[in-house]
């Protein structure tokens, strides 16, 4: 199993804006997962992209992956302060691996 | 369908005691993981149950244990408590278990203090 690496540690923006995170890895994976952890709460499943896709749109948000580069980006379009909460990557290895949440991004929306 | 669901939601304990968190999965559901989370350490993983056999274990001394019932409901038990256990314990289910393609669906945590 592997850790992915969120970047940036901490981002703040305007409500309206558009955010941006990225996310690296080290090893060949099977699929990568973002999730979203509201404070002192659990962290709730926004995306699975597989690795042989390349973009996954759900609602306001937008995935990349880029397997040649090893990396992911989520796009949180139009933010809003709801928004606000921390972002984590999980890169998902093949066979029962277990899954391992990196120190993610703590993304802050203002209104 | 009911979420996951962690019991209970807070807990106050004194070193050296021992405790034990219950987890009970979305229906349907066969694997249980649990993670711990603090503010120095980040997410840590702890285990993974699938079908009451335990498929993962994290890098945790053997005063944190686990066990999952027929029914896919957890426990996880952390005796000889110490300060550092202190942190929110986070339990997560899923269809078929982590490396299958399946998310995994979080608990709200349980906040264990030791004082």
């Known amino acids: 199993s592997q850790q992915g690496e969120e970047d940036p540690q901490a981002l703040s923006i305007q409500e309206g804006e558009n955010a941006t995170m990225n996310c690296s890895y080290k090893t060949s994976i099977n699929n990568l997962q973002w999730y979203r952890q509201n404070s002192g709460r659990g962290l709730v499943h926004l995306i699975l992209i597989r690795s042989n896709e390349r973009e996954k749109h759900s609602g306001r948000l937008r995935v990349t992956l880029d397997t040649s580069k090893k990396s992911s980006s989520l796009l949180i379009t139009a933010s809003r302060a709801a928004d606000t909460a921390s972002y984590f990557c999980a890169p998902e290895g093949t066979g029962f691996q277990k899954l391992v949440f990196g120190t993610g991004t703590r993304l802050l929306v203002s209104p | 369908k009911a979420g996951v669901t962690q019991t209970p939601r807070y807990l106050i304990k004194t070193r050296g005691q021992q405790v034990t968190l219950s987890c009970s999965p979305i229906s349907g559901h066969r694997s249980v993981s649990w993670y711990q989370q603090t503010p120095g350490q980040g997410l840590q993983f702890l285990f993974e149950y699938f079908s009451e056999t335990q498929r993962n274990k994290g890098n945790f001394p053997g005063r944190f244990s686990g066990r999952q019932f027929s029914n896919s409901r957890s426990e996880m038990n952390v005796s000889t408590l110490e300060l550092g256990d202190s942190a929110l314990y986070l339990c997560?289910?899923?269809?078929?278990?982590?490396?299958?393609?399946?998310?995994?669906?979080f608990g709200n945590g349980t906040r264990l203090t030791v004082t």
């Open positions: 997560a289910s899923s269809l078929n278990g982590q490396g299958d393609n399946s998310p995994l669906h």
